[in-house]
């Protein structure tokens, strides 16, 4: 008894040092922000009043957020910008203020860095929205869930029915973010942003800058996408025409260089974004000078887009292989939605784990189904990194046909294999379009949330060393920020 207390007891006391520790970087974020504000130097130490001596920041030395006393709006984002990603599987939110050359992510009321890209109709209404949706994919099978971006992107699609389900999802997300980071909320259906808050009736005093895809080689959807994303948002903004857009690759090298993780590039710079679903290749070169057509300094003059690769993969992976283990037959014979959606959501956190440096994760879920006899069945079991590299490789093979459908890999190159071969084949396909040396390459910048994986990043590695030997994968030369952005 005594040393299960004291195991306890050790637990909790790490869990609590854990959150001390994320509580005191919101803090000093925080600080940052209110010394940027007030044309203070972001390393001094504040000045105390005169008088009672108090700190000139008394609500920001509690060491957390205070939803009693929250910033102002128009004091926190007063010219600042929020820039919002509509990714393949989540929308990420992000606030940069006026006078700071870095962005960092808003996190929203569940305390998670992304809000899951989806939306679920039952009996023809909308039920649910983000990650309650993305729960239901599998459990709910006379539901529906729709993923926005795919809606963005699908020809044919009635816009009657798609642009308010995308201004839903966008609304949804960043409004449940700004709603943490600032304590108070707009009036529904009010518009999110406005150059003035007073304008929209308690909307946020900012300018919504939005990513949207480059134009992809056998996709002639992009200009569809962009313009219906427009429409689907034109009523977040008051005016509308605060809203701006820019280019998933070009978005990337201005948050990094922003960061001062890289310098501002001279040359070309490919672009590698994995995603949850998708991944990109795209390369981007400096525009000779600032245009309507390239307001950001940069042109992306070739991209292309595998559909079907991307940080779920390895989900979709790990899930074939426990319900082989358990069932003995694949996902898509699985009748109940239930237990396959617990696999989705044990899959993920493994994945996870194993993303964040585990080679080894227990995976326990009890009373999983029945037997014959109806007694309980209970899932335990041990997956390793190497189980899941080869459980990735055996899917990637069954897709092989899938990617060559999409006429976006290499000619030269055989049905990709693996990781290795499939990143290696995309990205030999874009430098042939663009007639480019992969040594003439300035940077290669490597983005996305799918890219944390140390399987996805050894596979990039190898793909690049691949094609042009160790020198493109040098220090100087490849660039992956995750870790300090």
């Known amino acids: 008894i005594a040393v299960g207390l004291a195991a306890v007891t050790v637990r909790y006391s790490y869990k609590a040092l854990q959150r001390m520790d994320a509580e005191w970087e919101e803090y000093e974020e925080e600080l ?16 105390e009043e005169d008088g009672d001596g108090g700190s000139t920041n008394s609500s920001a030395s509690s060491g957390s957020r205070s939803k009693a006393s929250p910033a102002s709006p128009s004091t926190l984002f007063k010219g600042g910008t929020i820039g919002i990603d ?37 009996h023809d209404r909308t039920a649910v929205i983000g990650r309650l949706a993305s729960s239901k994919l599998h459990e709910r099978p006379e539901g529906v869930v729709l993923n926005p971006h795919r809606m ?51 909307g946020y005093d900012a300018r919504p800058i939005y990513a949207y895809p480059a134009p992809s080689l056998g996709h002639d959807a992009t200009d569809l996408y962009r313009n219906r994303y427009e429409a689907a ?15 998933e690759p070009v978005a990337a090298i201005l948050g990094t260089v922003g960061h001062g993780i890289m310098s501002q590039p001279k040359g070309p710079v490919l672009v590698l974004d994995v995603g949850g679903t998708t991944t990109s290749a795209s390369l981007v070169v400096p525009a000779a000078s600032a245009s309507e057509s390239s307001p950001h300094g940069y042109d992306v003059t070739h991209s292309l887009r595998l ?77 390793g990194r190497v189980v899941l590299e080869h459980e990735v490789k055996d899917l990637l093979k069954s897709r092989g046909g899938m990617y060559e459908e999409q006429n976006v890999l290499s000619a030269s190159m055989g049905k990709p294999s693996d990781l290795t071969s499939a990143l290696s084949s995309l990205t030999m396909r874009l430098l042939e379009e663009s007639g480019t040396n992969p ?8 983005v996305g949330g799918g890219a944390r994986s140390p399987i996805v990043k050894k596979a990039i590695t190898d793909a690049l060393e691949g094609l042009g030997g160790p020198q493109l994968v040098a220090r100087d030369k490849l660039v992956i920020p995750q870790g300090e952005m």
Not at 42 to 47: G, R, S
């Open 152 to 202: 963005l992107q699908k020809e044919g699609e009635e816009e009657d029915n798609m642009i308010p389900a995308v201004e839903e999802v966008i609304r949804s997300a960043a409004q449940n973010a700004l709603e943490q980071a600032l304590g108070s909320r707009p009036v529904r259906g009010s518009a999110l942003f406005a150059l003035d808050s007073a304008v929209s009736g308690g």
């Open 32 to 47: 940052r922000e209110y010394k940027l504000r007030n044309g203070l130097d972001p390393d001094a130490d504040l000045p």
């Open 307 to 383: 559909d079907g690769l991307g940080g779920e993969t390895l989900v979709d992976a790990l899930v074939s292989h426990l319900c082989h283990y358990f069932y003995e037959q694949p996902p898509s014979d699985v009748k109940d939605g239930m237990a396959l959606q617990r696999l989705y959501d044990a899959s993920r956190a493994a994945v996870l784990e194993i993303s964040g440096g585990k080679d080894r994760v227990q995976i326990n879920i009890p009373y999983l189904s029945v037997d014959e006899k109806m007694q309980p069945r209970h899932l335990d079991v041990g997956v």
């Open 86 to 122: 509509l990714g393949t599987t989540n929308v990420r939110i992000s606030h940069r203020p006026a006078n700071d050359p870095r962005s960092h992510i808003v996190v929203d009321r569940e305390g998670g860095r992304a809000t899951p890209n989806a939306i679920y109709f039952e």
């Open 439 to 446: 040594f003439a390459l300035e940077k290669i910048l490597i």
């Open 233 to 247: 948002i034109r009523t977040l903004s008051e005016p509308a025409g605060i809203a701006s857009f820019v280019m």
